[in-house]
């Protein structure tokens, strides 16, 4: 499902954020030593081989919030941004946190000139963010920034799970204005 907001197309796409091959940048739902690990960052760092790792040791640690950028070598693209998301219930407050997640890593992608950039659903796994919560959290950061956007004319966020894909679709369908 796409929709325009601002005149920049949010899209919502059930899948694995490894395998977006259209996208310039995709966001890796990292930790703080931004080191392999499972569920995204595992994903991502072995579809990308050894060298991510290697250029991001140098980068960690991060704290919650922030993020930074690679290249993406064996991923089908060009750049990684690895952000920190909150754990639920350790890092607070846990909502201004993950907004920060989502708002640093469409900033960069900005002032890298990057046009299209996917991101997961950060926090929502193993730092056990509920993701309705989180969500609420998406659709308040995202569209705040999208008046400041003159690079990035594509954000896609890559759902795993079908339960939350369809939580995804029915928030951007209430928002969308085109
Ligand atoms: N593509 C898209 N979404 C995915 C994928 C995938 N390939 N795999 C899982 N998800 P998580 P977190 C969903 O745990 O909560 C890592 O080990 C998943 O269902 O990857 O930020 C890091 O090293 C969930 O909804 O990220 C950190 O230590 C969401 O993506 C820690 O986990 C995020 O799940 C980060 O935890």
Redesign the pocket.
């Known amino acids: 499902m796409k929709r325009k907001i601002n005149n920049i197309e949010i899209e919502i796409k059930k899948g694995?954020?490894?395998d977006q091959p259209d996208l310039d940048v995709v966001v890796n739902?990292?930790?703080a030593q931004l080191a392999p690990?499972?569920?995204?960052?595992?994903?991502i760092h072995s579809k990308a081989g050894p060298n991510l790792y290697a250029e991001c040791r140098p980068l960690a640690p991060i704290a919650p919030g922030e993020a930074v950028i690679t290249k993406g070598y064996g991923l089908p693209n060009k750049f990684v941004i690895h952000c920190l998301?909150p754990v639920y219930g350790r890092d607070k407050p846990e909502d201004k946190l993950l907004s920060s997640c989502y708002t640093n890593s469409i900033a960069l992608a900005e002032k890298r000139s990057l046009t299209s950039i996917g991101f997961?659903?950060?926090?929502?796994?193993?730092?056990g963010y509920p993701a309705h919560l989180a969500i609420d959290v998406v659709f308040k950061a995202v569209p705040a920034i999208l008046p400041e956007l003159e690079h990035v004319k594509k954000i896609r966020f890559?759902i795993?799970?079908e339960e939350?894909f369809h939580l995804y679709e029915s928030i951007l369908k209430e928002l969308a204005t085109e």
């Not at 690990?37 to 994903?43: C, E, K, N, S, T």
């Not at 997961?120 to 730092?127: D, K, L, M, R, V």
């Open positions: 694995n954020i490894a739902a990292a930790n690990g499972g569920g995204v960052a595992g994903a998301g997961p659903a950060i926090s929502t796994g193993i730092f890559v795993f799970s939350d």
